[in-house]
């Protein structure tokens, strides 16, 4: 239903900025530009006032569409979208159904549920707890067992006679990366087949098995997959490093955010009585959505 409502909203403000008359005149720019601020009443209806703030509120929701349509064409569709859910608003206020009053509450109470976790997650995420979040992983990732990694290349092929003049080629001298450019037909192959660096497990189990079977600069003989048949040359092996910071702060920083939205939420609810009485109840009651006309 809200879904549904939103978007003839959104149709009707499209309706009302496409009349010509809106962008004939910009607001003036004198004194109250300087002065207003978001409780700055630009419109009252009914005697609810309709304040700055709203306006700005509403055109940081507004659709993509929206974005570059200058302030002084968008300002007056704004304040009249503002105005005109003013008045449907205070005419149906005191008839909401029974369905409409429950969604509406779960609507209320998700958006300050999900204020106070972005306040939480905010504050948690500051320089130093990705630093400290950091160095506990460069920590843990040292105590744990060295991970070898792998820098290959190779040249794929459909058939095993073509792998065999692969072969050939290789054994009359040529360079590895020219025959893997001209016979590849893998999207390595304007690379010169270099697949660079991986750990084991990237590989499917076949590929990584006779890569682990190289030596540095040894080439492999054919090798069947389901992708077809590969001629693999080990180039080098290391043992992995930490990654660095800028690698890995994205999930840092998002793991930071459920730490602190978890303890948030153990915090609160210690400090509330809370009673869950669904223990006993019919699961197959969630489904009951008739209930909600009751």
């Not at 950091?134 to 058939?159: R, W």
């Amino acid at each position: 239903m809200f879904k549904n409502a939103r978007f003839a909203l959104a149709a009707a403000f499209v309706a009302t900025l496409a009349l010509p008359a809106l962008a004939e005149d910009a607001p003036a720019a004198d004194a109250v530009t300087s002065t207003a601020t978001a409780d700055t009443v630009i419109a009252r209806v009914g005697g609810v006032d309709i304040t700055l703030g709203n306006a700005i509120a509403l055109r940081t929701q507004l659709p993509q569409q929206f974005a570059q349509v200058p302030d002084a064409t968008l300002f007056p569709a704004v304040v009249q979208q503002l105005i005109e859910q003013e008045v449907l608003a205070q005419s149906h206020a005191d008839n909401l159904s029974h369905r409409e009053q429950i969604l509406l509450q779960n609507e209320n109470r998700n958006f300050i549920a999900n204020s106070a976790l972005v306040a939480a997650v905010n504050a948690a995420v500051t320089d130093e707890s990705i630093a400290a979040a950091y160095d506990a992983f460069a920590a843990q990732y040292a105590a744990g067992d060295p991970v070898t990694e792998y820098h290959a290349a190779h040249i794929l092929v459909a058939t095993e006679d073509e792998a065999q003049q692969v072969e050939a080629a290789l054994a009359d001298g040529r360079d590895f990366a020219d025959v893997a450019r001209e016979m590849s037909t893998d999207g390595s192959a304007q690379n010169g087949g270099d697949l660079g660096w991986f750990a084991a497990g990237a590989m499917i189990p076949d590929f990584q098995a006779a890569v682990e079977a190289l030596e540095p600069g040894q080439v492999s003989q054919p090798v069947q997959t389901r992708f077809g048949w590969h001629v693999i040359k080990l180039e080098d092996t290391r043992i992995q490093q930490v990654p660095p910071l800028e690698q890995v702060r994205n999930d840092l920083v998002q793991q930071i955010q459920r730490d602190a939205s978890r303890a948030l939420i153990d915090q609160l609810t210690a400090q509330t009585t809370v009673e869950n009485l669904s223990a006993d109840m019919d699961p197959a009651l969630l489904s009951q959505t008739t209930l909600l006309d009751d």
